[in-house]
Structures are given as structure tokens and as C-alpha cells.
């Protein structure tokens, strides 16, 4: 506990107001990715391997954006830094470790961009939601990762619709903007990689599957060029009872 309040507050200064709110959920998933690291190091190791082989091939290797790059264990950032001439890093914060990580590293070509790309705040404008729309301002992009990123803007639009009751938000806001996500990825005039869990379920010690969920609200990911399961909550880590096993595709 006390490693995560030093963490937490190391990271405060360093993140925006608007996004201090989800520091916290920033270091729990940091604490629990070092609790179950070696559950988790297939789903890394694949991730990793999925982003080099969508990426392998490219003739231009100007700019790459990641999108979610969260804490970088999934994200082969050593490759795409040597790879590219800029690599960006996008997410609604970057805790204190990855920072100081990077800078230990001396990857002088990545850049760190806070910024929210679940599209919540258009919608509540009224407005068509375009989340990925800044990123037809980047010059020389050749390359977008989305890295574990999609189901999680339909937790976060979930719990934020909940909190704000009421708020006048549509019913559909959440498939809304999973679909604005993979349609502003296919849009894009470069190669793109999507990495998402897309179910997940609730399995008890002798193989016996309790509850299963749809992650993307019946939208219809692309399809898959790989696919695997990844054990977010193994027995132990939520209950001695059961894990809690998500599937997990790679297109490109």
C-alpha cells in the first residue's frame, strides 16, 4: 500500500487535472499487473508479438502513434522507437514509473499525449462522435496501434453514465462509441493494429464457466488475425473460487 500511495503521488503532478480522477485506476492496474505478471506474460508477449508483425513490411516508418499505451507492457516500445522516427504516446495519463522508465531509457523520440479518445464528451454535446479525428492532424503517420484499449472505453462510458444520472445521454452511447473507435481505426490512411479483449468469463477451480459477457456490445470487431486468452483476475487474485479469463483478438 505503500508503494501505491508513493506512486500516486508521484504521479499527480504530472497529469492534468481533468485526468487526475483516474490516477487511481491507473495504479491499481499498475499493482495488479505486478501481482500477476507471470499470468499476464502470454497476453504481453502476444500483444507485443501481433504490433511488430503489423507493423513489419512498412516501407515508410516516419510516425506511430500508440493509442492506450497504458503502462507498456504490452507495447514493444524499444522496437518502435528504434523503428520510427516519433512514437507517441497516448493515453489519459502516464503514471510516474512509465515516465521516469522512458527517460532512463533515453527514447528520445517518443512523446507522451494525455488526451481522452472514447468520444464521451462529443456525444454529450450532441455532436457526431469522431475520437479519433485528431489523428488526421499528425504528419507523416504511418502507423496506429490500439492497444488493449476498446473495451476498456466501454467500461469507462459505462461508469461515467452511471455517475452523471441523469444526463440525458442515448441509450445506444457506449455501442456508439466502440463503433466510432474501429470505424475511425479503418478509416485511417496508414496500417493500423487492434488489440482487444472482446468477452471475458467467469470460470470456477474445476472448469466450470459461471457468467460470460459480451466486452464490445454486440459491435462486430474486424477480423482476426490472432487470438488468445488472457487471465485478468486468476484464482486468487479476486477469489480462491474462480478466475476471470478474457478472450483477446489481434487485427491488422
Known sequence: MITEALHYLATLPVTGKANRRFIRYSINLWSRARRCSREWATHEENSRTAILSAMDGLRQKRTAVVLGSG????????ALSKSFDTVVLVDLLHVASVRLWLHAKGYRNVRLIER?????????????????????????????????????????????????QPNGMPDDTV????????????ALPCRTCLLTDVSYAVIDRNGKTHEEADLLHRIAPPAARANWSWPVAPLGEESADYQIIHKVIAAY
Open 116 to 164: 481522452d479518445v472514447s468520444g464521451y464528451d462529443e456525444v454529450a454535446a450532441g455532436q457526431n462522435a469522431d475520437p479519433l479525428g485528431f489523428l488526421r492532424t499528425v504528419p507523416y503517420l504511418d502507423f496506429v496501434v490500439s492497444a488493449n484499449l476498446l473495451s476498456q472505453i466501454g467500461r469507462g462510458v459505462k461508469r461515467r453514465i452511471e455517475a452523471e
Open 175 to 186: 455501442a456508439r462509441l466502440l463503433g466510432a473507435h474501429l470505424s475511425g481505426l479503418a
Open 71 to 78: 503502462l507498456l507492457r504490452d507495447v514493444p516500445i524499444d
